[in-house]
């Protein structure tokens, strides 16, 4: 039997029961065992604390799972641009590719047609050459003045005709054109009335043809070619062939003042035996060691170049 003190104080009615004081007891918060005998009874605050410091934890960790979303969200866009430029740089690296395999072989073919066109150039140069010594030639023989190519071949005096005899080879020209040999004509003479009109060379190293196509005014004269070098041609700078520049030469051997001979007859004499370079798209020795079959001291490289390598290919180099 519960007292009524204890009954008002545990808010029980009066005279309860100590049945009744089980079961309100039964309702009181809970208690919690530390260690053997001991309770500890917590108070709905302090639970209610755990559960606020559990849900602020939670919340942290929420808030920070958001933000690594963002980050990877910001280097998954940066990724997706850097692949989005890289798809376009190598879209044009496939486009030049495939330009340059359809253009590749368009200029080979015009760098093709531009030597061709180049050698066309050439032969027609020739060609007019020829049509304007014929044309004069038959001019002359019209009009019954059989010497005028021989007037236009007049030394203006006897040194001339010294000077332009000393560098006329007489016997390459005969051995070179046997049809003048064969028919018993001096070989200055045939030069002089027929052989420049036809592109002989007077000497190796005088390119009839090449002196003609180079310098128009030459050839619209009618004067012969060899005659203009030997008078005053070579002391205006007019080169004897594409490969000899008797201007480059002088400049690049300074003896040839004291040898007392201008720059063709010394190459002729003297350079191309000492394996000197004639121009600056010559060089005498890489000539010889292409052809070992010609000796130094023995041959002149250019002239075996002008007479024979130049009919099998385009350049001595």
């Not at 700078?237 to 400049?251: C, E, F, I, K």
Request: charge should be neutral; charged fraction near 25%.
């Amino acid at each position: 039997m519960v007292n009524g003190i204890e009954a008002k104080d545990r808010g029980l009615p009066s005279g309860a029961d100590d049945g009744s004081l089980a079961r309100f007891r039964s309702r009181e918060t809970p208690v919690s065992t530390s260690s053997p005998g001991t309770r500890t009874v917590r108070s709905a605050g302090a639970l209610a604390g755990d559960a606020i410091r559990l849900l602020g934890g939670l919340h942290d960790n929420l808030t920070a799972l958001y933000d690594k979303i963002d980050s990877l969200t910001v280097t998954n866009r940066s990724l997706q641009d850097q692949l989005a430029r890289s798809e376009i740089a190598i879209a044009r690296l496939v486009r030049r590719l495939h330009v340059g395999e359809v253009v590749a072989p368009q200029v080979a073919a015009n760098a093709t047609l531009q030597r061709e066109n180049q050698e066309l150039r050439a032969q027609i140069s020739e060609l007019l050459v020829d049509f304007d010594a014929y044309r004069a030639r038959d001019e002359a023989r019209r009009s019954g003045k059989r010497g005028l190519m021989q007037a236009q071949g007049t030394f203006a005096s006897r040194a001339e005709r010294k000077k332009f005899e000393a560098l006329f080879d007489r016997a390459f020209y005969l051995e070179t054109y046997r049809d003048v040999a064969k028919a018993g004509m001096d070989p200055v003479h045939h030069y002089l009335e027929y052989g420049f009109s036809e592109g002989r060379f007077p000497h190796p190293l005088f390119d009839t043809r090449y002196y003609l196509a180079t310098y128009e005014d030459v050839r619209r004269s009618g004067v012969n070619p060899f005659l203009q070098f030997v008078r005053q041609g070579e002391s205006e700078g007019r080169n004897p062939n594409a490969w000899l520049d008797v201007s480059w030469y002088a400049a690049n051997n300074p003896d040839i003042a004291q040898s007392g001979l201008a720059p063709f007859a010394h190459y002729a004499k003297i350079g191309a035996l000492e394996a000197r370079d004639p121009g600056p798209a010559f060089h005498a020795g890489t000539y010889f060691c292409k052809h070992p079959q010609i000796r130094k001291g023995e041959t002149d490289p250019l002239a075996h170049w002008l007479h024979t390598e130049s009919r099998k290919m385009a350049s001595p180099a």
